[in-house]
């Protein structure tokens, strides 16, 4: 079983930046990507920004020019840096990763989730 452990949420005023972190441990083989997705209270979780192993980033039209994600693949940690922060980003963010253990079949995909930090952006 992988564990996500979120850090970094908290309560900042419009304009301002914040660093979200997460660390994927346990029976790991290969993480295949990782991604930060956010939800607010009656809608449906949405895609912030994900990174694949192979390939490049891509991000939520509305975090677009501000958000950027960064993965360390040696501690199979996620960073979301997010500047310029507006009251619409206010939401709990959560952690996700794709990975592969060294018992299950070669290929088989399974999907992580951390239990989510709160970002607050209000004056």
């Known amino acids: 079983q992988v564990q996500l452990v979120e850090s970094g949420g908290g309560l900042v005023q419009p304009g301002a930046s914040l660093r979200l972190s997460c660390q994927a441990s346990?029976?790991?083989?290969?993480?295949?990507?990782m991604a930060w997705y956010r939800q607010v209270p009656g809608k449906e979780r949405e895609l912030v920004a994900a990174r694949p192993r192979q390939g490049t980033a891509n991000y939520g039209d509305s975090v677009k020019g501000r958000f950027t994600i960064a993965v360390d693949w040696i501690r199979n940690t996620v960073y979301l840096q997010m500047n310029s922060l507006e009251p619409e980003d206010m939401a709990v963010y959560y952690c996700?990763?794709?990975?592969?253990?060294?018992?299950?079949?070669?290929?088989?995909?399974?999907?992580?989730w951390g239990q989510g930090t709160q970002v607050t952006v209000s004056s």
């Open positions: 996700n990763a794709d990975y592969e253990t060294p018992y299950s079949k070669p290929g088989k995909v399974f999907a992580s």
């Open positions: 346990g029976t790991i083989f290969a993480i295949n990507a």
